[in-house]
């Protein structure tokens, strides 16, 4: 709703309660996907340590290169939130329709990487039963690609109506199942064959299939179907999925460049050393996702807020609820990380079925992550607030030249050229992170995006549909 109290007159807390009002759903979702992600890498570490490392190296790879539809598809919640700050809910749901209808570019994008898959892992160059492990995890996650275009355009349209909670709901019930069909499958519990990685692989599949079963049926129940018409506004609409190509395409290839430049910093740099440095990197990375997870659900509802408020014309508001988004993300990254370099190497031991080698230099990786936390809040809540603007066109230059121009020659250059090996290659990610906070401020705080206009084939105050 619209605050009819000046900006200079809210307490220091409105803010707050905003803020946490549309992220605190959206991160206690993103906290039960990282409780069972981690518990997933967990399980896993108990089949090998080639296991471990092939899990991660592909895990990352399938995200990476779904990335290339499901970022075209992200920027719905962009265009809802315009919308229903606009005070036109009428086209909110019209928008999430079309995502729907561009998620069949995940099956076309299955199609295509499922011949090639060994192909790619195969030039990465690492042992044989990885490269094996990796090639069989990641074919059988393609067939979860078309739902995870479907969860990204449903979930983006409840956020930016201010139902978070629904995809809180539907996350920690797909994430429980997730959880129980890794038991099962991956040890062969209950009858069940023994699969091990492959089981890893089917369990995520089924759970993100049923997290899109149980989106679809809320959004076209009887109670948004009154207010927003979900059921009456599937045509297809041509101009609008241009609209969502226009903005969504840069934020595609910006998602894409981001991730691929951490896939081939995990599979190309930290892979080259050997199956246990990898493994180590997939247990520090696994801890980070605790920081990293629950701090993109501000990411989320920052893009929601920063979408209503500029829907309403409200600039300054906008900027106030994003520097409160910061100081959160910051106060609870910082925390984290902290607490993981402190206690990192008894946490690994406990936790997961490794050797000491694997354990001291993840250890070693967690004391350096915990030195970017702060930045890397910075990093988190600037991108949700840019694409909550739509300036999806300049992160996708600046994406390009901070992550191939700075993060991987930086990761290179203490890995290979000084010989520290994987231990560097965090190093140079730790700078990275540093200066691209710098660069992500700087361009929201002097306000590049304040005129941009996402509605360039409709108009959201139109009364019908083109």
Request: charged share 10%.
């Amino acid at each position: 709703m619209t605050s009819s109290i000046p900006l200079n007159k809210e307490t220091r807390w409105t803010g707050v309660r905003e803020v946490m009002g549309m992220s605190g759903p959206l991160i206690l979702g993103m906290l039960s996907y990282t409780v069972m992600e981690f518990f997933d890498k967990v399980m896993v570490s108990h089949v090998g340590t080639d296991a471990l490392a092939a899990v991660g190296s592909a895990g990352i790879g399938s995200f990476t290169l779904c990335t290339l539809y499901m970022g075209i598809i992200s920027v719905v919640s962009t265009f809802v939130a315009q919308c229903y700050g606009r005070g036109t809910p009428q086209f909110c749901s019209c928008y999430c329709w079309q995502g729907i209808y561009l998620s069949v570019l995940g099956i076309l994008f299955s199609a295509v990487l499922w011949p090639i898959t060994p192909f790619i892992f195969g030039l990465m160059n690492h042992t044989p039963e990885v490269t094996r492990l990796e090639t069989q995890y990641f074919q059988i996650r393609l067939f979860s690609y078309f739902f995870i275009g479907c969860n990204t355009a449903v979930v983006g349209f409840f956020q930016a109506i201010d139902h978070p909670r629904i995809p809180m709901y539907t996350a920690i019930v797909g994430n429980a199942v997730n959880l129980l069909l890794n038991y099962v499958l991956i040890f062969g519990h209950f009858g069940f064959p023994k699969l091990g990685v492959a089981g890893a692989a089917v369990a995520t599949v089924i759970a993100i299939a049923l997290q899109s079963i149980l989106l679809l049926a809320i959004f076209l129940n009887s109670r948004f179907n009154r207010k927003f018409g979900t059921r009456t506004t599937y045509q297809f609409d041509w101009n609008r999925i241009r609209e969502l190509v226009h903005v969504g395409l840069p934020a595609a290839i910006s998602m894409f460049l981001d991730v691929a430049n951490w896939w081939i910093f995990v599979a190309f740099i930290v892979g080259r050393f050997g199956a246990v440095q990898l493994a180590a990197n997939t247990i520090a990375l696994s801890f980070m996702h605790v920081c990293f997870m629950p701090a993109f659900g501000l990411n989320q509802g920052i893009a929601a807020i920063v979408g209503q408020w500029l829907g309403r014309r409200d600039i300054p508001r906008a900027k106030s609820r994003v520097y409160t988004a910061i100081k959160i993300a910051t106060c609870y990254m910082m925390f984290m990380g902290i607490t993981f370099a402190l206690f990192g190497g008894i946490l690994i031991k406990h936790i997961f079925n490794t050797d000491n080698d694997v354990a001291w230099l993840g250890h070693k990786m967690l004391i350096l992550a915990a030195c970017f936390q702060a930045f890397d809040a910075v990093n988190i809540v600037c991108m949700g607030a840019l694409r909550g603007a739509g300036d999806t066109r300049w992160m996708m230059y600046m994406t390009f030249f901070m992550s191939y121009f700075v993060c991987l020659p930086l990761a290179w250059f203490f890995a290979v050229d000084l010989g520290l090996e994987s231990f560097g290659a965090w190093i140079g990610a730790t700078l990275f992170i540093c200066i691209l906070s710098g660069v992500l401020f700087r361009r929201f705080y002097n306000e590049g995006w304040r005129d941009i206009n996402i509605f360039i084939h409709t108009q959201p105050e139109d009364t019908s549909q083109d």
